[in-house]
């Protein structure tokens, strides 16, 4: 059963609780997934809507889709967090977006920055799998599904990187 915390309660200053400790590093590897995912929602976003303005609805679906499972993921790594007592505000970062500040951005550079980001949730999700396997159960399960699902998302691009 998930534990909830008031308003205030989630937004305090971040946990005191030894970073080097095994909990403090599923903490951390929960956050630095939030944070991970939360600019992939800023980042797919933005390329959505910068396809869809250039014709290639396909590819404009696939960055569409993929924004709305990084939220789906988001949301995921944030109740984690909070269930493993992780309470500290999740700053995020859409750094990515300066990438496409240039107008020259192509779609091709588009999907490389997205291929990029999709090689770092695989790394973080395998981590986590790593850091909990035989421990977490849920965890540790949950690890191993969305390292897949970012590895077939990764392929995907790739694929699509193959045809543009
Ligand atoms: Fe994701």
Not at 11 to 16: D, L, V, Y
Not at 106 to 115: D, G, H, K, Y
Not at 133 to 160: C, H, M, R, V, Y
């Amino acid at each position: 059963m998930m534990q909830t915390y008031s308003f205030e309660q989630q937004f305090q200053p971040p946990t005191q609780m030894a970073p080097d400790s095994y909990l403090g590093k599923i903490i951390s590897l929960l956050q630095g997934i939030a944070r991970h995912e939360m600019t992939g929602v800023c980042m797919y976003t933005y390329f959505q809507l910068l396809i869809s303005g250039i014709n290639k609805p396909q590819i404009s679906e696939v960055f569409e889709k993929s924004a709305a499972e990084s939220l789906a993921h988001y949301s995921q790594a944030v109740q984690f967090m909070l269930l493993y007592g992780g309470r500290s505000y999740i700053p995020c970062s859409c750094d990515p977006i300066v990438y496409l500040n240039d107008p020259q951005t192509s779609i091709s550079e588009a999907i490389r920055a997205a291929i990029n980001h999709e090689k770092t949730a695989v790394e973080s999700y395998r981590k986590l799998f790593s850091v909990t396997s035989g421990k977490e159960t849920e965890l540790t399960n949950w690890a191993q599904t969305q390292a897949q699902a970012e590895l077939e998302d990764l392929l995907e691009f790739q694929q699509i990187l193959g045809v543009v």
